[in-house]
């Protein structure tokens, strides 16, 4: 159990993150704890560094005293044959998150799909799950849609530009949850399909400060559908603000990303954190003030 006089030294690996807001959300906790808590963002661009040097990197790190990693696109599957231990979840999602230091050991997690499972049931409550549209399966995409069939999705159709990764996922899926339907979908085939879903994810980078954009067209939406969005760099993607206008319901990528660290910040430091303060600190730092409904979604988070 960590104590008011322990330090905690944490890093995230990924490309274009210098940015990212994770960083502060810890800290920021962590003086509320009354603990020493450092996070550096480790950027595969600053550096220039490819993603399959995450291990190289991880080492590095072990051997410079850090706690832990977290980490992000491109590296979430590609760090798994670096690890010493793996949760059975982490290991089933085929993706990692989030790596602890112990006893010079490397341990995986996987802290996105509880964080976006806590975000789905906090900020979607009692929507239509019959048969919702993802788009994306890989790093981020795998634990999403494991997070999709928990909370009850039915039908789960996955478009992704590499048709054989989208597969070997949805086979896995199946696998695990019989009760659900989950089938590969090329892009090509995704926009009728978009037209009769229940609700469409975004789990690609699209929609990010340096990738703009939408991951299909928005035209195709309707009011009667729920959208989501994993980006959160910006908050309010093209996609969020495109579904908010047509009258969608919305979740934007700050619930995962609040959800996530929350649960990464648990395993770090066998501190419990306070979810409602740390969705709070998110709001403040893209510039919006928590209203009463915000409040009462982070409360449940």
């Given at each position: 159990?960590?104590?008011r006089?322990?330090?905690?030294?944490?890093?995230?690996?990924?490309?274009?993150i210098?940015?990212s807001l994770?960083?502060?959300m810890?800290?920021?906790e962590?003086?509320?704890?009354?603990?020493?808590?450092?996070?550096?963002p480790v950027?595969?661009t600053?550096?220039?560094?490819?993603?399959?040097?995450?291990?190289?990197l991880l080492?590095?790190?072990?051997?410079?005293?850090?706690?832990?990693f977290?980490?992000?696109?491109?590296?979430k599957?590609?760090?798994?044959e670096?690890?010493d231990?793996?949760?059975p979840?982490?290991?089933?999602?085929?993706a990692?998150?989030?790596v602890?230091?112990r006893?010079?050991?490397?341990?995986?997690?996987n802290t996105d799909?509880?964080?976006f499972t806590a975000?789905?049931?906090?900020?979607?409550?009692g929507?239509?799950?019959?048969r919702?549209v993802q788009?994306g399966s890989?790093?981020?995409?795998?634990a999403v849609?494991?997070?999709?069939l928990?909370?009850?999705v039915q039908?789960?159709?996955?478009?992704?530009?590499?048709v054989?990764?989208?597969?070997q996922?949805?086979?896995?899926?199946a696998g695990?949850y019989?009760?659900?339907v989950?089938e590969?979908?090329s892009?090509?085939?995704a926009?009728e399909l978009?037209?009769?879903?229940?609700?469409v994810?975004n789990?690609t980078?699209?929609g990010?400060?340096?990738?703009?954009g939408?991951?299909?067209d928005?035209?195709?939406l309707n009011?009667?559908?729920w959208?989501a969005?994993?980006?959160?760099?910006?908050?309010?993607?093209?996609?969020v603000t495109a579904?908010?206008?047509?009258?969608?319901?919305?979740l934007?990528?700050g619930h995962?990303?609040?959800?996530?660290a929350v649960?990464?910040?648990?395993?770090?430091?066998?501190?419990?954190?306070?979810?409602q303060?740390m969705?709070?600190h998110f709001?403040s730092?893209?510039g919006?003030a928590p209203?009463?409904?915000?409040?009462q979604?982070?409360?449940a988070?």
């Open positions: 159990m960590s104590t006089n322990e330090s905690f030294l944490i890093g995230l690996i990924g490309d274009g210098t940015e994770t960083p502060p810890h800290e920021r962590a003086d509320h704890h009354g603990v020493r808590y450092l996070y550096r950027d595969l600053v550096i220039n560094r490819p993603g399959s040097d995450v291990g190289e080492r590095a790190g072990r051997d410079l005293g850090f706690n832990g977290n980490i992000t696109h491109p590296c599957q590609i760090v798994l670096h690890l231990e793996v949760d979840q982490a290991a089933a999602i085929e990692v998150n989030t602890l230091i006893d010079d050991k490397f341990i995986g997690y799909c509880s964080g975000g789905f049931r906090a900020g979607l409550p929507v239509n799950l019959e919702v788009f890989g790093g981020a995409g795998s849609a494991e997070a999709l928990t909370v009850g039908r789960l159709d996955l478009v992704d530009v590499d054989a990764r989208a597969a996922r949805a086979a896995a899926l695990r019989p009760g659900a989950v590969t979908v892009p090509e085939q926009p978009v037209k009769g879903a229940s609700g994810v789990a980078p699209v990010m400060h340096h990738h703009p939408t991951p299909f928005t035209a195709l009011a009667q559908q959208v969005d994993v980006v959160y760099l910006p908050l309010a993607t093209e996609l579904a908010k206008s047509l009258g969608c319901q919305v934007d990528g995962m990303a609040v959800g996530q649960d990464a910040f648990r395993l770090f430091t066998d501190l419990e954190p306070d979810r303060r969705r709070d709001l730092l893209t919006q209203v009463a409904s915000e409040q979604a982070g409360a988070l």
